[in-house]
């Protein structure tokens, strides 16, 4: 079992940063592969980015690279999202997931557990 705690939403100016956290309970977050989402009021959640369970390979949204950056510290047993370039259509609740294996996983299904989100809104 696995918890997953997200922080770090907030509201910001367009162009402006924040950076997500989302820590995990357990003494095995290093054999989980993570993931980012995000779901807009009205939209379907959609996938942000994604990482391996050793940090060794990343996928982003289209919509998100260059801007946005995730990383791991599997010492902490913490997922980071270093969102630049902020824009209003960022606006969401972001949400972390974990997933236990080696893979790399853009869809939502595969993922077991999940954080219970964090506001992100960007005005214009």
């Known amino acids: 079992q696995v918890q997953l705690v997200d922080t770090g939403g907030g509201f910001v100016q367009a162009g402006g940063s924040l950076r997500l956290s989302c820590a995990a309970s357990?003494?095995?977050?290093?054999?989980?592969?993570m993931g980012w989402f995000r779901q807009a009021p009205g939209k379907e959640r959609e996938f942000v980015a994604a990482?391996?369970?050793?940090?060794?390979?990343?996928s982003y949204a289209d919509s998100v690279k260059g801007r946005f950056t995730i990383s791991r510290d599997n010492a902490k047993s913490t997922v980071y999202l270093q969102m630049n370039s902020l824009k209003p259509e960022d606006t969401a609740v972001y949400h972390c997931?974990?997933?236990?294996?080696?893979?790399?996983?853009?869809?939502?299904?595969?993922?077991?557990?999940w954080g219970q989100g964090t506001q992100v809104t960007v005005s214009s």
């Open positions: 997931a974990a997933k236990r294996g080696p893979g790399l996983y853009r869809e939502p299904r595969p993922y077991d557990y």
């Open positions: 357990g003494r095995t977050f290093s054999s989980y592969a």
């Open positions: 990482i391996t369970w050793n940090g060794g390979a990343t």
